[in-house]
């Protein structure tokens, strides 16, 4: 990032900051990718908490983009489902960090949502909420009969659509690219995409424009006769769908194909998803029937008696071969996190679901426009 550029973003996230800032400062634990521009994220999220300890998610940590995190004085430690799936360990760690202090989650998928009971029952500070980024993340909060701490998703705002339209463009890119590496293109083929939330149905239309024939598969209903009414084959089952597909881009953030799925795969096809490969897919059980084979640059074969597919990216983000950039749009998003944990530092929400108020949104977006639309 040039310096001209790194001034403005520090320039734009701390004039969100005091829009927002509350009178307290809360301490804060950072879940989130650590791509080239998020230092100047981390920066402005430390200006508005504490900030105890930054957790890169694992396969998405750009080099440079940690060392500038250390740099600027930021404990950065190791994140793994595991870290918070077991309550007791996550209560050590969290009293590690912030003992007796009050606490902000920024979550990225949900990775507090084992043990966020434990967290508000044991831990000897308070845990005043969490902020939750992802569609994958909200979900797995909403399935608390009631959270118990007031739980702000932004995964469905309106400042989140630019993200998604991009995110869907740069997951097209980078599996037609990662394709033509291998002499394959987009063109005249079938593909299937599983889930038709904002993020598939902007893959799907991406495909569609690029002359691919696209069918789609969600479990929703309400979602299937969405996708039919723009003019989209809906598979009337998965197994349908796969059997047709040269292409699978998998876009539910949640479990798309388990293990017996993949024997329907076309021979041939690839397979893609938009998010980590724990979370999208069902691979512990294939080394058992299927040889693996890199045969090109993040493209593995996997093959068995009289079956064949190619899995991109090992299953994970396709898009974050290639810096899975969305633009100053993302900024949107990380500003409305900010106005979210300033929210939850200033108290007064019952536990449960919430969203940003929309007049906070409207100022966010003021600002963006301010600095990001010359």
Known sequence: METFERARLDAYFG????????????????????????????????????????????KSVHAEALR??????HACDR??????????????????????CPVVLLDVGGYFAPSLTALCDRFSGRILGVVEDTENGHRRYAAFDKPPCPVVSVARSPL?????????????????ALMRGRGDILHGRTALVIG??????????????????????????VRRTQALSQ???VARDREAGLSDAGLVLCATGALSLRGEDFPRLRNGAYV????????????????????????????????????????????NAVNFLHGASVGPFIFLVQAEILAASATLARGGLDPGMHETAPSDRAAIAATWLDYFNR
Do not use: M
């Open 15 to 58: 004039r969100i900051a005091s829009h927002f800032a509350p009178a307290g400062r809360p301490a804060a634990f950072l879940i989130t990718h650590l791509l080239p521009e998020r230092p100047a994220f981390v920066r402005g999220v430390a200006s508005v908490t504490e900030l105890r300890a930054v957790l890169p998610k694992p």
């Open 68 to 73: 500038q995190v250390e740099a600027d004085g």
């Open 79 to 100: 994140l793994s489902r595991e870290l918070f799936a077991d309550p007791a360990r996550a209560v050590r760690y969290i009293e590690a960090r912030a003992a007796g």
């Open 160 to 176: 989140k659509d630019p993200e998604d339209f991009l995110v869907g463009q740069s997951v097209v890119f980078s599996t037609e």
């Open 196 to 221: 038709f939330g904002k993020l598939g149905s902007s893959i799907a239309r991406l495909l569609h424009a690029k002359g691919v024939r696209v069918a789609v598969y969600d479990i929703d209903p």
């Open 231 to 233: 003019g989209f084959t």
């Open 272 to 315: 893609a998803t938009v998010t980590s490969s724990e979370d999208e897919l069902e691979l512990g059980g294939l080394p058992d029937v299927y040889e693996r084979d890199s045969i090109g640059e993040h493209v593995t074969r996997y093959l068995t008696t009289g079956h064949y597919f190619y899995l991109l990216n090992g299953g």
